[in-house]
């Protein structure tokens, strides 16, 4: 794909997010870093690079979920999809508490956080400052 195509296309696809990453909400205004395009089902699992297999992602979660499409919560457990964007909606996955802690409302909620580590210190912080000026979830 040409770098003019790449830049229509990542424009696209954070107009369809909103300016936030979908996995995470945060705004992209308030990161410091460059978002990216990430492929939901990676193409190394037979995904494509077509838009309705690409979600907005702040490099965090970007980085934290890699090629993986699933994890397990607990040892000896199930393997358990993790949250796409294309699919399902985030509220039926998710909630912040008033501390900023994100919690799963599902199993898919439950894995998505711990393998994004959506809690991480930092992570929460973030998202408490958001609520506090209003702008989250």
Known sequence: ????????????IAIRADG?????RVLEYLSLYEFH???IISKKHGG???????AY???????KKGPNIATVLYPEGELIRLFNPRAQNWFDHFEADSSGLLIGKSPIGQATI???ALNDQERIKERLEMIISGCYP
């Open 37 to 39: 395009l990430e492929h």
């Open 20 to 24: 936030r990453c979908e996995y995470f």
């Open 1 to 12: 794909m040409n770098e003019r195509k790449r830049r229509y296309l990542k424009k696209r």
């Open 57 to 63: 992602a702040c490099s965090w979660c970007n980085w």
């Open 48 to 54: 494509s690079s077509l838009p309705e297999n690409l």
């Open 114 to 116: 711990k393998l994004l």
